[in-house]
């Protein structure tokens, strides 16, 4: 089948051929001879031969446009391509040139779209670095600005970018807050801008500032010099306020005169400083007019630091200067060196020397209950106060060793540290606590023995009054129904009391029988043994016939059995304190 472009060649070629016979029959009916006709032939021919030849010619320049517009748009692609670091473009096969050169072209133009877009995003970004770079004095990103970024350099760049802007945000926020510090120092210390760089922190905007890491580091810097000073004007200050309210004891300042100057011992600016010195110098100048008073009063403060230091009197005497009479500057100069090194020896040691009074402090707390111990009254106390005392005693003598041993531990190590002896009293303090226990012991000992001669000596009173020590027993009057009540004997000279059921407070002599101290006759005059009556018990039918029995041998001669009335057992003791002797309740270990 024939294309339509060839259909068309045909028929433009029977078009010709008609076109040539029509005028062959019109140059024919007009008669034109044949050389014309040859003539206008070669006329049509060349007529026709250079219209053919204009259009090949017009053909052949688009066809080689097309090609040089192939070659040109190709060479672009593949700049661009290597530009945009992408893939080769795969041309298609068995295609015109025609459309050869569209896909090309139109593929150079969405590559050159690309270029274009990556370049924008590269300078927006450019720009953005160059600012950040500015506030915060860094290096620009590593990027050609005149170089097509790929994809990911892009991203890159947008996450460096990013990051910058964290970086410029969190320096910002720390250099407000330094900056807020250092005028807050400055008000404090008194003190203006003086460098360029101060004036530019505090003066400047905060726009304005560069954010480096050197200005940063400068910064703080810059406040810790602030700090340094603050302290040191507050160092000088609390030294000078010490100083003045020692000068204020020892010179006897008035109150009003004290609370005048209130506002310059609690702020340490610039102005309180100059105060406080200005205020120490008065008082040295007043000192050196009081010096006798003066004196004495640090010879006081050197006697409490000698109480605290456990100083013996030979290390007392060590310092002469404190009993002299002489008072000059120069004492004055030597109490208060003195002073100065008493407390800090003290600071020095403080650990050891509030062990040792923590140590003295549990040891007079234990002798007064180890005394409290002896004493029979704390059986009568009320509200649990023996079980507390006891329950002291008894935690005081487990920590008091504990104690003695972690002072020991840090005694030695002072001592391998300081080389020399740590000395309490001018004793070491071992030796010291067992030299206290050792005085414990003695006395107690001593106490013990003079516990059995007191005994001894009551027991031979005893016997000489005949008085006769019977086995304590638990159980109850057996005739006394009523045993709160008292008895009075009938026409007795004295009641005698009677031992009190409580075992607890039972004496080793409770239950004796105690006969009436007036005179008898010999034994040999007896005609028969006394009758013992047992002790809580009463006759089975007293009368008043049994009393003028008992009356009646009272003024014969004969014992009388001690009966016991409760009533009056205080009154009986407290009357003939000689019968009724009562052991210790404690005995020493």
Avoid at 272 to 283: F, G, K, P, S, T
Avoid at 500 to 528: D, E, H, I, Q
Wanted: charged share 30%; net charge negative; with cysteine.
């Amino acid at each position: 089948m024939m294309r339509k472009s060839e259909v068309l060649a045909a028929e433009a070629v029977s078009c010709l051929n008609k076109a040539l016979c029509h005028l062959k029959d019109i140059w024919e009916e007009i008669g034109i001879p044949e050389d014309q006709r040859l003539q206008r032939c070669n006329v049509v021919k060349n007529h026709i031969k250079s219209l053919l030849d204009m259009m090949i010619k017009e053909e052949e320049s688009l066809r080689k446009r097309l090609l040089s517009s192939i070659q040109t748009c190709r060479a672009e692609m593949e700049k661009l391509y290597l530009e945009l670091q992408l893939p080769v473009f795969e041309e298609e096969r068995g295609i015109t040139m025609l459309q050869q050169e569209k896909n090309i072209r139109t593929q150079v133009e969405a590559l050159m779209k690309e270029k274009t877009s990556r370049m924008q995003q590269l300078k927006v970004l450019l720009e953005q670095d160059q600012d950040l770079c500015d506030i915060l004095c860094s290096m620009p990103y590593g990027i050609a600005p005149d170089s097509v970024p790929t994809p990911e350099q892009l991203e890159n760049f947008r996450e460096h970018i990013n990051n910058q802007n964290a970086e410029k945000t969190k320096r910002h926020a720390e250099f407000k807050e330094l900056k807020k510090q250092i005028i807050l120092y400055m008000d404090e210390l008194d003190q203006i801008p003086e460098t360029s760089f101060e004036k530019d922190v505090v003066c400047e905007d905060e726009d304005s500032f560069c954010l480096s890491r050197e200005n940063i580091t400068s910064l703080k810097l810059l406040i810790c010099q602030l700090e340094e000073r603050k302290t040191e004007n507050e160092a000088m200050c609390e030294s000078h306020r010490e100083k003045i309210q020692q000068l204020w004891d020892r010179l006897q300042v008035p109150q009003e005169e004290r609370e005048a100057f209130n506002e310059h011992m609690v702020t340490s600016r610039k102005r309180n400083l100059e105060a406080l010195q200005a205020e120490v110098q008065r008082l040295e100048e007043l000192k050196l007019l009081n010096i006798h008073n003066v004196t004495d009063a640090i010879r006081s403060e050197i006697a409490v630091f000698w109480e605290k230091c456990f100083y013996s009197t030979d290390q007392r005497q060590d310092f002469a200067p404190y009993f002299s009479e002489d008072f000059t500057e120069e004492l004055l100069s030597l109490h208060d060196a003195e002073l100065q090194c008493l407390k800090q020896h003290y600071e020095d040691h403080r650990e050891l020397f509030d062990g040792v009074h923590q140590w003295e402090e549990s040891w007079t707390h234990f002798l007064e209950l180890e005394k409290k111990a002896t004493d029979p009254s704390r059986f009568t106390n009320r509200g649990g106060n023996l079980l507390k005392e006891e329950k002291q005693r008894s935690e005081l003598h487990k920590s008091l060793p504990k104690l003695e041993k972690k002072l020991k531990a840090q005694i030695d190590a002072w001592e391998a540290e300081q080389g020399r002896e740590f000395l309490i009293n001018g004793q070491k303090f071992l030796q010291y606590v067992e030299d206290q226990w050792e005085l414990h012991r003695i006395e107690k000992e001593k106490e013990k023995q003079e516990r059995h001669l007191k005994k001894s000596k009551q027991t031979e009173e005893d016997m000489l009054y005949g008085t006769a020590v019977r086995t304590p027993t638990k159980r109850r009057f057996l005739g006394s129904a009523t045993p709160n009540k008292s008895r009075k004997m009938c026409n007795a000279t004295s009641s005698i009391s009677s031992a009190t059921s409580n075992s607890t407070m039972r004496s080793a002599f409770s239950g004796t029988v105690c006969r009436s101290p007036v005179p008898r006759p010999p034994l040999s005059a007896n005609k028969g043994p006394a009758a013992w009556t047992p002790v809580g018990s009463k006759p089975p039918h007293p009368r008043p016939k049994g009393c003028n029995k008992e009356n009646e041998a009272q003024m014969k001669g004969s014992p009388l059995i001690a009966r016991p009335v409760q009533g009056h057992q205080h009154q009986d003791r407290a009357r003939h304190p000689e019968l009724h002797h009562r052991q210790p309740l404690t005995s020493s270990p």
